[in-house]
């Protein structure tokens, strides 16, 4: 029996978890597994990939998912994007999703969604409240459940991706529409 959808989550910071916390988590691909139980908690305490748990609102577990993000560039010509026509030709700022996951009882419940929303909401509040540079966020799909997560979610795969991981790409116009239209709901 799949536990009961949940619309309520919070967000917390890796640091508020111990080792055996995250290894009990498993979204059914290993390397993602790999990442939050070994790697994850060092990135983050080097502050190289922080890492972001969600959980049931008001509770620490289960651990439903969890989110890196992390700033960088792309070059322009590589590869060719067409959302970038129009930029200078040295490296494009933008945020990057280093690794999105959720575990394996609770995906296809709008978590995953959450997930990326909570992204927007930090995306724009970056862009416009502090000013920081980026013209949109990128993420590099691992499989195709991956990439057809982020095609539902306006994403776009960029020219030149036949292997995977597929880097993805979705402009600042998009991310903000998606932002207000929520805000406002």
Excluded: W
Excluded at 54 to 77: A, F, M, R
Excluded at 104 to 132: C, D, P, S, T, W
């Amino acid at each position: 029996m799949s536990p009961k959808p949940l619309v309520v989550v919070d967000f917390r910071s890796i640091k508020h978890f111990s080792r055996s916390q995250l290894n009990d988590f498993d979204c059914g691909h290993p390397e993602m597994n790999k990442y939050l139980h070994q790697m994850a908690k060092t990135n983050d305490k080097k502050n190289l990939s922080p890492c972001i748990l969600v959980v049931p609102h008001g509770k620490d577990e289960p651990i439903l998912g969890y989110v890196s993000v992390l700033n960088s560039t792309v070059e322009k010509g590589d590869p060719p994007a067409p959302q970038l026509k129009g930029f200078p030709n040295y490296p494009i700022p933008v945020m990057l999703i280093g690794r999105l996951a959720v575990s394996n009882q609770y995906q296809n419940q709008g978590i995953g969604k959450h997930i990326l929303m909570h992204v927007f909401v930090k995306h724009v509040k970056a862009v416009r409240e502090l000013g920081i540079g980026s013209v949109g966020v990128i993420t590099d799909a691992i499989d195709e459940n991956a990439v057809c997560f982020y095609k539902k979610h306006d994403f776009k795969v960029l020219p030149g991706q036949e292997a995977f991981p597929k880097r993805m790409f979705i402009p600042n116009a998009t991310v903000f529409d998606a932002y207000d239209s929520t805000a406002t709901e």
